[in-house]
């Protein structure tokens, strides 16, 4: 039964996928490992964050689901995100180092991974360790988020206080910064039993560097993103999850997504044919080179800069790679845009930036970043101050020599949209300066009221 309905969507794919298989003597489905042409190439391209996703069965198997991760991941059908099926013959040891032995002989991509991504049941993590020496692995936000909604159901609590602790959890996760998820942490602590308490892992909340492979997204950006993975993990769960048969829940998944690679026309991660004559499911050699940069950017960051450092230049990296930029090299400086105002950059050691970025926080910018990359190299220690290097003491508040606090962030916004909207008011004819300043003061009028006289 196995075989038959496995060698049918061989014949049914257009594109013959990558299939390896083991059945039992009862003709029973004992391994799987499946990829799609499509799945390869989009994990070639996107390889430097993976996500995995574990479907239980009721007979008693799993289905590994593979995802890529990150901030260049931008696909519009969510489920154009996953790279590899696999189900393992157990889950042990030995099971999980053969399947991803498996997988890193169908992608010699995988030695670009630099983050994995993993739930908190996930216990197996040497093997994990094993089979990926130079990845990092993390536990998922969405993984905690599920995880956590999951106990606030099993705790049986008063319906307000389930309503208040699962609205904040959704707020928090969207946006999951430092101090969204100490108050999280607070409000778990007193709202929870004390006996409880440890079941909630509430540890994890602090542990930053989970945070930092998600903290990149926008607010708008992370509720798709979980809304992505809810469709997914739902689509596994109801085609293999809840169907006692392996094979024909297999059977109705891979169809599935046959039926649903919206991404597949649209994704083309070579080079165009008349530009290029890179056969079909190559990559270029000079994209594989800009993306191993990217990742060893991505990795030295993480390995030389303390944590509140790494967080605020992911965050600039990920302006980098959703971002076209251009650079004019001279004998001493550099001049960089990323889609907005030109900025001059001093290469040397330690590198400097006239953005505001750079001479705030004295920390490698989106330009230096673009810099690094055009000119395939890596962040350097010497190109950062000793109290932002691994290993310093020092935290975020200490060195910016203030607390975060509500006021100060509004105060912050408001003073760069002022900034903005007066550079806007300076640099035009003064018709449009007649224009733009009544627009303003309706604005104002009817947002605060006329009756209070608000200075523009």
Not at 2 to 12: F, G, H, Q, V
Not at 103 to 119: G, H, M, Q, S, Y
Not at 349 to 363: G, I, T, V
């Amino acid at each position: 039964m196995a075989s038959t309905i496995l060698n049918e969507l061989l014949i049914e794919d257009p594109s013959p996928p990558m299939l390896l298989y083991q059945v039992s003597k009862t003709a029973q489905l004992v391994t799987l490992n499946y990829q799609s042409c499509f799945m390869q190439e989009v994990f070639a391209h996107f390889p430097e964050i993976l996500f995995i996703h574990r479907t239980y069965n009721p007979r008693g198997k799993v289905l590994y689901t593979f995802l890529v991760d990150g901030p260049r991941v931008q696909l519009e059908n969510h489920f154009a995100r996953a790279v590899y099926f696999a189900i393992p013959a157990k889950e042990d040891a030995e099971g999980l180092a053969q399947m991803f032995q498996v997988f890193k002989k169908f992608n010699p991509a995988w030695e670009r991974v630099c983050t994995i991504l993993v739930d908190p049941h996930f216990l197996l993590l040497p093997t994990l360790a094993m089979e990926f020496p130079a990845a990092e692995v993390l536990l998922s936000a969405f993984h905690i988020c599920k995880f956590l909604q999951g106990k606030f159901y099993q705790l049986s609590l008063k319906r307000p206080v389930e309503r208040l602790l699962l609205t904040t959890l959704q707020s928090t996760m969207s946006s999951a910064t430092a101090g969204n998820l100490r108050k999280l942490y607070t409000l778990l602590s007193n709202w929870i039993p004390s006996t409880q308490l440890p079941e909630l892992h509430l540890h994890w909340l602090l542990y930053d560097r989970i945070w930092l492979a998600h903290r990149w997204r926008s607010r708008a950006e992370s509720s798709r993103y979980f809304q992505g993975l809810e469709i997914i993990t739902h689509i596994l769960s109801q085609f293999f999850g809840t169907t006692p048969s392996i094979e024909q829940g297999l059977a109705c998944l891979l169809r599935y997504m046959q039926q649903n690679s919206g991404d597949r026309a649209s994704f083309s991660p070579g080079l165009s044919p008349q530009n290029s004559h890179t056969p079909s499911g190559a990559i270029p050699e000079n994209l594989k080179v800009e993306r191993l940069i990217e990742a060893r950017i991505q990795h030295s960051l993480n390995v030389i800069c303390t944590g509140p450092a790494a967080q605020l230049c992911l965050g600039e990296l990920a302006v980098v790679q959703k971002s076209v930029h251009l650079i004019g090299s001279g004998s001493e400086k550099v001049n960089v845009q990323i889609l907005e105002d030109t900025h001059r950059v001093q290469p040397q050691p330690p590198a400097s930036c006239s953005c505001y970025f750079n001479q705030a926080f004295h920390l490698p910018c989106r330009h230096i970043l673009a810099m690094l990359s055009a000119r395939r190299q890596v962040l350097q220690p010497d190109m950062l101050p000793a109290e932002w290097k691994a290993g310093s003491a020092a935290s975020l508040e200490s060195i910016l020599g203030s607390r975060w606090s509500e006021t100060l962030d509004k105060h912050l916004a408001v003073a760069s949209i002022t900034e903005e909207v007066g550079q806007l008011l300076q640099h035009c004819s003064q018709e449009e300066f007649e224009r733009r300043y009544s627009t303003l003061r309706e604005l104002a009028d009817s947002w605060i009221g006329p009756y209070e006289q608000v200075q523009l």
